[in-house]
């Protein structure tokens, strides 16, 4: 009979306070049907059943449980004793020694047999029998004997050990046995035996057998001491033997506890004398004993025997229904040959079974790869393959292969699983196919499962972020890619909810780099609609930002630039008249205080006008007025600049030569040349550094100036910027002049600096050269063509106002502005001019024809309400094709307007202007045939 598997779930799940109280009151009955089998007069309770119910609750719970289940104990203990006169001191000693036994016990069954035993195999068995009936209830028996010996000088400790230690030892063997083995039975099937082939009446049988035996033995005239113990055996080994571990612990019980209970009695013509001799009682433990170890211990063999035997049964039929209901064709074979082949396989190479047995494995495998099979199948190896099978029909099939090696008893065998793969090889060619076509896409195509692994990387997600397929698979694709997994996160929710998403995103290369990602993410269904997967389209859109970014910028300058022309206009008009004003009134004031005064006012006024230019240069272009320019007055110029506003920690050194060539150019732009680039210098000396800014002269012949595109033979100003900074990395030491392009924070740079003094410097006919080492500092070299030696020998005669006078000739003056109408006028008609005032293009024409023959040169603003100075300049021309005109004009250049305004145009004054280039230009217009 075999022994049902016990669930944990299927045992009764009791709570452990009911538990406690359960072994309490048991523990109390068992004592008290326990004084029924003792002996008045007698040594000793052949029976102490307590000691056995302790043990066995113990080893059926947690050791966590034990210290409730033996604090339960202790007041059954306490309640039996005082009923029956004990002491309260050796009623402790009692719990100890029982406690202590049961503990010491239960610890050690637990440790080296079973974590919950219930005697299914001679192991268990045997564990119980040596550690729990022998070694503990001996400590046991020790300890209480000690105790009693002390505590009652009377009491012998041999016969105390005696008394304690078969007791317990017997009620251990026979009652926990019994309670151990019934435990194992699932809950509702405790008679689920009986109901087989009529056992229920053997049962029966059994039952009175063993009670009338009892009787029998126990009326001899001896008893138990004269009895064949043999007859005893015969109802133990058919109980065992017939119902297994737990028929023999129940038919022990049978035997034993009637006996001892009618020899207490003194039944059947027993006398006292015989019974308390010790001999009876001891001859009838040990005939109990043996009874029990001789009927249980073949129980549990023959019962291990066919559990193991089931076990097989069980084994080769599951075996049988494996192979049977495998998709895989699985082979047996023996030394290279076939003995056996499941259904599928069958199947798959299309023989019957009696066609297979007995055939070589390798009549079934392509020729040009039988050889390594064989070999393998002679080395042993177990490993899975790939190779072409054949059919019986001679068709080829690509299958994969997994061999193992097993032991049955003697035999060696080979198994062999065998799939057909020839569709999946099929499939996977042509997601090879798809796969490659999906690598030659630029995005970057990343496949997920729902938890965000990554389950596809696609050759353009390697180009994107760095990391190759082998590195990206099974990794997480918010940890891996994501700037901020946080929003990846977020977004994932809603993206699942939804079905499909798009936005931008920040994500992060191998190397660390930020990209801007145009991200297209689509949820994936399987057949039944069920969320797959996710497919992410990733595109790369980092420069089209910059370039985007760039733009915005460009339009944002160009709006600055429109609304900086406009400003520069106005102030221009503003200007135009202090200046003018100025030289009318050192005509007439002789104070020196007062000439002091205009002198201030002419200085502010000419700074004022050079700050209009240098937004008009920003907002126009670079192309400004060519005048003579000495370079040492320029650097004298920063010089001031920097002592005035840079930190003190930054050390200026000035070095200018004795002699400087002079240069042709804006003044203005050259001052933005050198404030850029000495700008650029402080900054990369956040804490402090030198500054050193070096003129030198310099001829460039034929070698030097091959090294330059822009360079041409001649001579040269080398104007040197150099600083003790940080200095340019030599990866974007190529970029530095391209628009837009800067290291700084957003919001603290344009990117527009050195792009502007590159081109400034080529208008000016000059190129530059930089050099950088990091920590090293930077070198800028800014070379401007000088001025011939006969321009430079030339002195510089300015004509004294008295020289320009006028000879009476009319200026017609159009402009929008009263004050720079009134002051022309009166300045030209302090100097000898007579004018005519028109405020406006229309008023302007009429006064012309009215005059015509009395006006010499028309002197006319460009930004006019009604009519411009373009189409009064076109008027004009229809009435007189050779009429001088000289254009003024307060958001424009002087190299620019000819160009923007009329190519005819040969004189410009830029607002503000002074007197002496009022008169300078005038002069010249007239002077033209």
């Known amino acids: 009979m075999g022994t049902p598997v016990v669930n944990a779930a299927e045992r009764s799940q009791i709570p452990l306070w009911q538990k406690a109280a359960l072994l309490g009151m048991g523990y109390f009955l068992c004592a008290e049907a326990s004084i029924y089998l003792y002996v008045p007069g007698g040594p000793f309770i052949p029976i102490w059943l307590p000691a056995g119910l302790y043990v066995a609750v113990l080893l059926l719970n947690q050791p966590r449980d034990w210290l409730w289940l033996a604090l339960a104990v202790l007041p059954a203990n306490l309640l039996f004793d005082l009923l029956h006169g004990t002491k309260l001191v050796v009623i402790l000693v009692f719990y100890c020694a029982n406690t202590s036994e049961a503990v010491i016990g239960a610890l050690l069954v637990r440790r080296f047999v079973a974590e919950r035993p219930t005697l299914a195999t001679l192991k268990e068995f045997m564990g119980l029998l040596g550690f729990s009936v022998v070694l503990s209830t001996m400590l046991g028996a020790t300890f209480c004997a000690a105790m009693l010996t002390v505590l009652d000088s009377g009491t012998s400790f041999a016969q105390s050990w005696i008394n304690w230690w078969t007791g317990e030892a017997m009620a251990i063997l026979l009652f926990s046995s019994f309670i151990l083995t019934w435990f194992s039975i699932p809950r509702g099937t405790y008679l689920y035996f ?41 109802p133990l080994l058919w109980a065992g033997l017939r119902f297994g571990p737990r028929g023999a612990t129940a038919a022990n019980l049978l035997l034993a506890l009637p006996m001892a209970f009618f020899t207490s009695q003194f039944s059947a013509g027993l006398t006292p004398e015989q019974v308390s001799s010790g001999e009876y009682l001891f001859n009838l433990q040990f005939s109990l004993a043996v009874a029990s170890l001789v009927g249980l211990i073949p129980a549990i063999v023959l019962h291990t025997h066919r559990k193991t035997m089931e076990e097989l049964h069980e084994s080769e039929d ?50 040009e790869t039988r050889s390594i099979v064989m070999e393998a199948i002679r080395a042993e190896m177990e490993t899975c393959y790939e190779h072409q099978l ?7 099939f690509q299958a994969e292969a997994q061999a193992k090696m097993v032991h049955v008893g003697n035999r060696k065998l080979r198994m062999t699983a065998i799939r057909d793969i020839t569709e999946r090889k099929h499939a996977e060619e042509q997601i090879a196919e798809q796969a490659a076509l999906l690598d030659q896409a630029r995005d970057a195509i990343v496949v997920c499962d729902l938890k965000g692994i990554i389950l596809f990387w696609s050759k353009g997600a390697e180009r994107i972020y760095g990391w190759t397929h082998e590195e990206a698979m099974g990794r997480h694709v918010g940890q891996l890619i994501y700037l901020d997994p946080g929003k990846f996160e977020a977004v994932d929710q809603l993206f699942l909810s939804l079905g499909e998403w798009s936005g931008e995103f920040q994500h992060l290369t191998k190397d660390r780099r930020a990209l801007t990602i145009e991200a297209r993410w689509t949820l994936v269904r399987d057949k039944e609609g069920r969320p797959k997967s996710v497919l992410a389209i990733n595109t790369d859109i980092t420069e089209k930002k910059k370039i985007e970014a760039q733009f915005m910028r460009a339009q944002r300058m160009e709006s600055l630039g429109t609304l900086a022309g406009g400003i520069a206009h106005d102030l221009n008009n503003i200007l135009a008249p202090i200046m003018m004003s100025i030289e009318i009134l050192k005509r007439t004031a002789t104070d020196p205080q007062a000439q002091s005064i205009l002198k201030t006012i002419e200085v502010s006024s000419k700074r004022g006008a050079d700050i209009v230019r240098q937004v008009l240069s920003f907002a126009r272009g670079l192309e400004g007025e060519r005048i003579e320019v000495q370079p040492k007055d320029l650097l004298n110029d920063i010089e ?6 840079f930190p003190k920690n930054i050390q200026l050194q000035l070095s200018l030569p004795e002699e400087s060539w002079k240069i042709s150019g804006d003044a203005t732009q050259l001052h933005q040349i050198l404030l850029n680039l000495c700008l650029n210098a402080r900054d990369a000396m956040p804490h402090g550094g030198k500054l050193n800014l070096r003129l030198e002269n310099t001829v460039l012949d034929q070698q030097p100036a091959a090294l330059h595109l822009q360079a041409k033979t001649g001579r040269y100003v080398i104007i040197n910027v150099i600083d003790s900074g940080t200095g340019i990395p030599p990866a974007i030491l190529d970029k530095i002049f391209e628009p837009f392009f800067t290291t700084k924070e957003v919001g603290k740079g344009t990117g527009l600096g050195l792009s502007t003094v590159l081109a400034i410097v080529k208008s000016h006919g000059g190129f530059v050269n930089v050099s950088s080492e990091p920590a090293g500092g930077t070198t800028f070299k800014i070379y401007l063509p000088a001025m011939a030696a006969s321009s430079e020998a030339r002195k510089d005669v300015t004509a004294l106002p008295g020289l320009l006078l006028g000879k009476g000739e009319t200026v017609l003056i159009v402009d929008d502005e009263a004050s720079v109408l009134t002051v022309t006028s009166q300045t030209l008609e302090a100097f000898g001019y007579q004018t005519l005032m028109a405020t406006n293009g229309e008023e302007a024409i009429a006064i012309y024809a009215q005059h015509q023959g009395e006006i010499a040169v028309v002197l006319t603003d460009m930004a006019m309400p009604v009519m411009d100075g373009t189409a009064t300049i076109r008027a004009l021309r229809k009435i007189n094709p050779a009429i001088k005109i000289i254009v003024v004009s307060g958001s424009a250049s002087s190299g620019s307007a000819t160009k923007i305004f009329d190519p005819g145009i040969k004189h410009f004054l830029a607002k503000p202007y002074t007197t002496e280039t009022l008169l300078k230009t005038l002069q010249a217009t007239l002077d033209e045939t």
Do not use: C
């Open 194 to 234: 009986l109901n087989q082939r009529g056992k229920l009446v053997e049962a029966i049988l059994l039952a009175v057998v063993s009670i009338t035996l009892t009787w029998h033995l126990l009326h001899l005239s001896q008893g138990i001491m004269t009895a064949n113990t043999s007859e005893m055996l015969l």
């Open 318 to 367: 599951r075996f049988r229904n494996l192979t049977a209901a495998a998709f895989e064709g699985i082979f047996i074979t023996e030394n290279g040959r076939v003995i056996d082949m499941n259904d599928q396989g069958l199947k798959m190479f299309g023989y019957e079974r009696s066609e297979m047995i007995g055939r070589e494995a390798g009549d079934f495998v392509s020729p």
């Open 390 to 396: 054949v059919r019986k029909d001679g068709r080829l």
């Open 640 to 645: 001031t600049i920097i002592k005035d506003t």
